[in-house]
């Protein structure tokens, strides 16, 4: 029997943050690596960043924010625009750069390959830092070409544009954060037209939407063989249909990412506090986005524009993580899938080659030890730069305690709801729960964190898959599931095109979706009473439904799906006694009881 995979202490939490696999059957070996400097080249792209001028380290900022900066907003569509016309042949062109993910498994920058599949590395140890020189080069590449923009700005008189572009770097798309002025969580630059009018200083321009879409200029039948992508000209999410005229249905993909966001907020919260899962929180992201389009797969991710942002919301996650716990990095551990120059079963480790990325033009590469930090590689994130620990903690909440269980269960004016946190708690929650019903917590300042468990083999369907959690009845239509109004939440396992199972070698990847903040909106509709333990169980045993869809919407019978294991854990928490600390969390136990003789259910016999 396959052990039900729960960490129960915040030491192992922190060792375990980049180890978000299960490895079973596998064989564990020495990874006998081959030299930093093997595949020397004269001419290697030495991943150096963009420079920093005058000694202030820029700050990579969320795209929100650096659309109210016209000028770097307008050097940063129109070089984007320019980057993706680049021809697909050369090596810095958004083509390959984006194919160094996954397709079209061919060599960048003269790096062999040793297994046929992208280079990226996913359900591994190097997760976060592979992405880190990754998104290094497209943000080098990038910052070239704003360079080059911004020399051409006509009427540029007081130089706005050349200083704008000199401490460019690349945003991050924040998606869990509320938005101040209720504007959906995906932005519309990104979801609203194929063509975007910027306002320069001579005038206005219409130019192709560079954060709209990819289109590829030279359809290649071998480099994307896999239907329905080889008859997509350009990268779609949500596609409409499957056929070569699909369009990417932005609308729906907005109403399904605005409908889970106050679960990637608690996951932050839970991420940086006790219960660490970083790439399955991306995981999350990439599903609701691509939902059978580009994102959901990872051989096709890359070239989805969006990807970017995504992955620089990730680096950011990870910078926040390092300043906290400095001590935790990256552990030696097995690879269960390996990439396209690691072995599967081979040992990574911190200094492992982090291929193809070269530092310098000589061969050598970067390693996890090498990127670690980050104002080295010319960037920083607003909420780490300069600040302590508590100051971080405080950023942290104050983006983020909103949307969370946290919220509802602060220390302070008992009773009543603060009238700079109200709003966003009543945005946070739902559409139909009252700004009244929301209460401060007991003066005990205690609170119980209840948590959905997911373990599953990775390549239990052998395609790309959801597993949504529900908290209520729910509309039997699959298509509807991840905008369903008694959603918690919706867990994505994302693959490549081609992901085989193996029974011998069995990958488990796990994932969480908060129960709390949904309780307490049921709480505060007279459902239940959280204090009364024994009733939330009750309670939970009836209304917790769990389901499971692949990409194109088609439901999935539960005790079909290989290693599936649903399972209900709680903790009790301690809440924060100020803005710039956390809570406090004892250890998760597991409550059998929900889950047990149920499709897919933790039994009570199942071993922890």
């Not at 929301?438 to 959801?466: M, S």
């Amino acid at each position: 029997m396959v052990p039900f995979l729960v960490n129960t202490t915040l030491t192992l939490l922190l060792v375990c943050f980049f180890a978000v696999v299960g490895i079973f059957g596998a064989p564990v070996q020495d990874h006998q690596d081959t030299p930093r400097r093997l595949y020397r080249r004269a001419d290697s792209f030495a991943i150096t960043g963009a420079p920093v001028i005058d000694g202030a380290i820029p700050q990579r900022l969320e795209i929100r924010e650096l659309r109210k900066n016209n000028a770097q907003w307008n050097l940063y569509l129109l070089a984007l625009n320019r980057f993706q016309q680049m021809n697909q042949t050369d090596v810095r062109s958004y083509y390959q750069l984006s194919g160094i993910h996954g397709r079209p498994f061919t060599q960048w920058d003269g790096v062999p390959l040793v297994q046929n599949m992208g280079y990226c590395s996913h359900t591994s140890n190097l997760f976060a830092t592979w992405h880190r020189p990754y998104v290094l080069a497209f943000e080098q590449v990038l910052y070239g070409i704003v360079q080059q923009v911004a020399t051409s700005i006509l009427n540029d008189t007081n130089g706005e544009y050349q200083t704008a572009a000199s401490t460019f770097r690349h945003p991050y798309w924040d998606w869990a954060a509320l938005s101040t002025d209720g504007s959906p969580v995906l932005p519309s630059p990104i979801s609203g037209s194929a063509y975007i009018i910027l306002d320069l200083p001579n005038g206005t321009l219409t130019i192709n939407n560079p954060l709209f879409q990819y289109t590829f200029a030279l359809p290649d039948l071998a480099a994307f063989p896999d239907p329905p992508f080889n008859v997509w000209q350009s990268t779609l999410r949500y596609p409409s249909s499957q056929n070569g005229t699909a369009t990417s249905q932005n609308s729906l993909v907005s109403q399904q990412i605005e409908k889970s966001q106050s679960t990637y907020a608690q996951r932050i919260m839970n991420l940086l506090q006790a219960y660490p899962s970083l790439e399955s929180l991306h995981n999350q992201i990439h599903g609701l986005i691509g939902n059978g389009g580009h994102m959901a797969i990872i051989d096709y991710a890359g070239f989805d524009p969006v990807f970017w942002l995504h992955h620089v919301q990730v680096d950011r996650l990870l910078a926040i993580w390092q300043a906290l716990y400095p001590d935790s990095y990256v552990e030696a551990s097995a690879e269960p899938t390996g990439s396209a120059t690691i072995p599967q079963g081979a040992v990574t480790d911190v200094n492992t080659p982090l291929r193809p990325f070269h530092s310098d033009t000589n061969g050598s590469f970067w390693t996890s030890a090498g990127v670690a930090n980050v104002e080295k590689l010319g960037y920083s994130y607003p909420e780490i730069q300069g600040k302590s620990p508590p100051e971080i903690k405080a950023a942290v909440n104050s983006l983020y305690a909103n949307s969370s269980g946290v919220t509802l269960t602060r220390r302070d004016n008992v009773g009543s709801v603060k009238d700079d946190v109200a709003p966003q708690v009543a945005a946070g929650i739902s559409s139909d729960a009252p700004l009244e019903a929301v209460r401060e917590p007991p003066a005990t300042g205690n609170y119980t964190e209840w948590l959905t468990n997911i373990r599953v083999a990775k390549d239990a369907l052998e395609q790309a898959f959801f597993i949504h959690i529900f908290l209520g009845d729910f509309d039997p239509n699959p298509t509807i599931w991840n905008t369903e109004p008694n959603l918690v939440g919706s867990h994505a396992v994302i693959t490549p095109y081609v992901m085989k199972r193996d029974p011998l070698r069995v990958t488990i990847v796990t994932g969480q979706i908060p129960l709390t903040r949904a309780l307490r909106v049921d709480e505060q509709k007279g459902l239940l009473n959280l204090t009364d333990e024994a009733k939330t169980k009750e309670y939970l045993t009836t209304q917790l439904h769990w389901r499971i869809t692949t990409m194109d919407d088609k439901e999935v019978p539960r005790d079909q799906v290989p290693d599936l294991k649903i399972a209900v854990v709680n903790a009790n928490v301690q809440a924060a006694q100020a803005d710039d600390q956390f809570p406090v969390w004892g250890e998760l136990k597991v409550q059998h009881d929900i889950t047990n003789g149920r499709p897919a259910g933790l039994a009570i016999e199942d071993e922890l």
